[in-house]
Nanobody
Framework: VQLQASGGGLVQPGGSLRLSCAAS????????MGWYRQAPGKQRELVAT???????NYADSVKGRFTISRVNAKNTVYLQMNSLKPEDTAVYYC?????????WGQGTLVTVSS
């Protein structure tokens, strides 16, 4: 499975960004897609995941601000990020998990700064 992420960039506090990630290759119908992030000097952490059936899971730090969604026909996952804070600054990694393996995208940098 190959993952292509896009949508990162620089945004002011309180602003919004939308990340997207498209998966290609051998796609199992049952899978989990999601986003993790890694800030400088910190470990990679979960942001949000969404199962192929639609169930979602969010980190407490982003609940109410971020929304994860997916279009199964396009094997694409989105992360709508609103009310961004400086502490959201990180490299965001797309993740695709299937019964065989976990797959990771190349990462996209999100910088929240005035």
């Amino acid at each position: 499975v190959q993952l292509q992420a896009s949508g990162g960039g620089l945004v002011q506090p309180g602003g919004s960004l939308r990340l997207s990630c498209a998966a290609s290759g051998r796609i199992f119908s049952f899978n989990v897609m999601g986003w993790y992030r890694q800030a400088p000097g910190k470990q990679r952490e979960l942001v949000a995941t969404i199962r192929s059936g639609g169930r979602t899971n969010y980190a407490d730090s982003v609940k109410g601000r971020f929304t994860i969604s997916r279009v199964n026909a396009k094997n694409t996952v989105y992360l709508q990020m609103n009310s961004l804070k400086p502490e959201d600054t990180a490299v965001y990694y797309c993740m695709f998990s299937d019964p065989v393996n976990n797959h990771w995208g190349q990462g996209t940098l999100v910088t929240v700064s005035s």
